[in-house]
């Protein structure tokens, strides 16, 4: 994580483009937060990229029963809205509890099986043609 | 797309017109076939952690009887360094279910050995040093975290590297090695509860796939090629309900393949 930041930092120099991405992580890490309080272990990595306004991005993730996972994610665009939705193998809306608030989002999955789930960001709404975005999970 | 800096640049920008629109709103059901490859990342390779908070809530198994001494001496091609590397974290996890404090540090030692054989040293130091005074407190709980994040870091410094190979052997090691004891675990005190924790086909194809991309020299390699053949005879088994004789027959195979990246056979 660290190493990142460090790299990010000095390609920020070359390409203003890079800035957005640190600060779309932060501002994942920033939805993240309450949950850090409640218990839940945040994995120091991060997924993410750029997309189109109602562009999607499924990252496909093993979850296992038992665990109780938070996936958040966050944009450093303002103005901009994402979104963030659990689905299972069969493409079963499977979160149990989600928000959003406006650059924020995030969704709760109490998995009830062991298998592969969905795991779909999107930007709803945006004022820039490509919106960063960066997600990040826990899990207790 | 996961954490590479390139991510930004190369980011996809075909973008779907059959695929319903999630918003604030999401469908109750959606369609995964229809979602453009384009849109599709690769599967999440889970954490050791996420697996073992599961097992912490499976009873109480004899972690102990578990434990295996990592041959990490029988070093060989930088392929078998990475698998074994991989293999000597999940060891970290067992010896933390075990409350072994002696192995736990001996295991923060031995990860920042094979790292130094593979020139990733300088990336783990930090969290190798954290491993054995976090054990040393018998901060279990941080010392999960540090094993998590020594894996996460040798993995993204392979990649820095631009040996990417070697990251996904670290990650399989791991997987192999987590695989074995899962399914001791299992196969001691069957349930299909417990079973359920075996439920991981994309990921086994995942690990297949990457596997039959590798270069030719890296494919080449015995220890390589015996652990494509493993896998090859584990997929079945985990694509159908998992019984007992299913999980004894993957334990047999895991087994056998952790022995032979500890003995570089």
């Known amino acids: 994580m660290r190493r990142f930041f460090l790299l990010l930092g000095f390609y920020t120099v070359l390409t203003p483009a890079y800035a957005t991405v640190d600060d779309a992580i932060s501002r994942a890490l920033e939805a993240i937060d309450p949950y850090v309080k409640e218990g839940y272990i945040v994995r120091d990595d991060q997924w993410g990229g750029d997309l189109g306004v109602k562009e999607q991005k499924a990252v496909p993730h093993v979850l296992f029963k038992g665990n109780d996972y938070w996936f958040c994610i966050g944009t450093d665009v303002d103005n901009a809205r994402v979104a963030?939705?659990?689905?299972?193998?069969?493409?079963?809306?499977?979160?149990?509890?989600?928000?959003?608030?406006?650059?924020?989002?995030?969704?709760?999955?109490?998995?009830?099986?062991?298998?592969?789930y969905y795991i779909i960001a999107e930007v709803t709404s945006s004022p820039k043609e490509r919106t960063s975005w960066a997600m990040v999970y826990g899990f207790k | 797309m996961k954490r590479n800096l390139p991510w930004i640049l190369f980011s996809a920008t075909i973008l779907s017109t059959s695929f319903p629109v999630l918003g604030d709103n999401p469908p109750n059901q959606i369609d995964l076939s229809k979602l453009p490859a384009t849109q599709l990342d690769d599967v999440v390779v889970p954490l050791p952690s996420e697996v073992f908070n599961v097992l912490d809530k499976l009873g109480t198994p004899d972690w102990k009887g578990e434990l295996r001494a990592p041959g990490i001496n029988n070093r060989g091609a930088r392929a078998q360094i990475a698998l074994l590397l991989g293999s000597v974290v999940a060891e970290g996890f067992v010896a933390v279910e075990a409350t072994d404090k002696e192995r736990v540090k001996q295991i923060g030692h031995n990860v920042l050995e094979l790292s130094r054989a593979i020139g990733v040293e300088k990336t783990v130091l930090s969290r190798t040093n954290l491993i054995v005074i976090k054990a040393d407190t018998r901060d279990w709980v941080g010392v999960r975290c540090e094993l998590d994040g020594a894996l996460t870091d040798v993995k993204n410094a392979m990649i820095e590297l631009k040996d990417a190979q070697l990251a996904y052997l670290v990650s399989l090691g791991g997987w192999l090695r987590g695989t074995e004891v899962v399914t001791s675990i299992v196969h001691k005190n069957y349930s299909l509860d417990s079973a359920d924790l075996l439920n991981q086909p994309d990921l086994l194809k995942y690990f297949q796939e990457r596997l039959a991309t590798m270069p030719p020299r890296v494919r080449g390699n015995q220890l390589v090629n015996k652990i494509q053949k493993g896998l090859d005879e584990i997929s079945p088994l985990i694509h159908q309900k998992i019984t007992p004789t299913s999980v004894e027959r993957i334990n047999e195979v895991t087994s056998q393949l952790v022995k032979a990246i500890n003995s570089n056979a």
């Open chain 1, 84 to 116: 963030i939705h659990v689905y299972d193998s069969k493409g079963k809306l499977i979160e149990s509890d989600s928000w959003q608030k406006g650059r924020f989002a995030a969704a709760r999955v109490q998995a009830s099986a062991t298998g592969t």
